[in-house]
């Protein structure tokens, strides 16, 4: 009995042992590809923590691309912009998902710190989100890691960052999204019933005041980079490395949202310098209320204009010109 009792404890020792070490083994490429297109059909962006990392996107051999998205989505962490960059992300692959084959040779994943602190060790990387290449052989350069900063994190800019690093071209689809319809549909149905009680008087219409204001509130708002903010959906604001937060974009490729309410408040203020400048000549009071209209006017058209400038030439840099404000 006791022989046996050890003989069967002698071959679950060895099963143990044979399993472990098959387990450790390194997998073969064609285990890793059929292992990470299972995942790939659940889910189109794979999660990663430290063993998976390891495996599949640092250990050889590989024939595939992965493209990595380094967050830290947990409240706590304060990134204000790690779930802005973690919707464009998606967007990315989704619309890969639709206009390529499911297998390889690109793979979309996120590494979130709370998750994989260790890869963020590993990669040396401090901050969030970052975007990184993981070319199928040999380690990322310097150009695998999207600059952010200069380009933004927009879905058409990562799609053209994959194509320059992969030579995978990916058209973007963006989800629909019903709620400009909605309020589209309210606006036309308000102003249809406007037009409909006030059908007996319609001087208003003809009113030039009103026009030139609806001009210039367009003009305003084309000025500014709204229709830039609709099409590439960039970011509130951007906090840099020290924690700083930045509302101006440091490049002339790119704003942020809050830029843009920046630069119409200057711009209405300018233009109601101009206006009160230009008026002074033709009201009729007394000289020095004129006047006074005048040099007020006059300030806020220089000072207004001198701040614009001077935004204008952070931006594009090396224009050589400023006026009062360096």
Not at 148 to 155: E, K, N, P
Not at 225 to 237: A, E, K, V, Y
């Amino acid at each position: 009995m006791q022989l046996q009792t050890i003989l069967f404890c002698s071959i679950v020792i060895f099963n143990v042992f044979v399993g472990s070490a098959r387990d450790e083994r390194p997998k073969t490429l064609e285990q890793k590809v059929q292992q990470l297109n299972e995942m790939y059909t659940k889910k189109f962006v794979l999660r990663f923590n430290g063993p998976k990392f390891k495996e599949f996107v640092k250990q050889p051999p590989r024939n595939y691309s992965v493209i990595m998205m380094f967050t830290a989505m947990a409240s706590h962490r304060q990134c204000s912009i790690c779930g802005h960059a973690s919707d464009e992300f998606i967007i990315v692959a989704n619309s890969y998902r639709y206009t390529h084959r499911f297998d390889g040779p690109l793979y979309f994943g996120i590494v979130d710190f709370d998750e994989g602190s260790d890869i963020f060790q590993m990669m040396r990387i401090n901050t969030a989100p970052v975007f990184m290449h993981f070319p199928p052989k040999g380690k990322p350069k310097p150009l695998d890691t999207m600059d952010i900063q200069r380009v933004g994190f927009a879905s058409e800019m990562i799609a053209k960052w994959i194509q320059e690093r992969t030579d995978v071209q990916i058209r973007i689809f963006r989800p629909p999204n019903y709620s400009s319809t909605f309020a589209l549909s309210i606006l036309f149905a308000i102003c249809s019933s406007f037009l409909y009680i006030r059908r007996n008087n319609m001087e208003m219409f003809f009113n030039k005041n009103l026009w030139g204001i609806g001009a210039v509130i367009f003009c305003l708002t084309m000025t500014s980079g709204q229709m830039w903010n609709h099409i590439r959906g960039p970011p509130l604001m951007h906090r840099t490395q020290q924690g700083v937060i930045t509302y101006i974009h440091n490049s002339s490729q790119g704003q942020f949202i809050v830029e843009t309410y920046i630069i119409i408040i200057l711009n209405t203020i300018l233009v109601f310098g101009a206006v009160i400048m230009t008026d002074s000549y033709s009201k009729k009071t007394d000289s020095k209320t004129r006047k006074i209209m005048a040099v007020v006017g006059l300030v806020l058209v220089v000072f207004l204009f001198s701040v614009i400038l001077s935004i204008f030439k952070s931006k594009a840099h090396g224009y050589p010109y400023s006026f009062l404000i360096k």
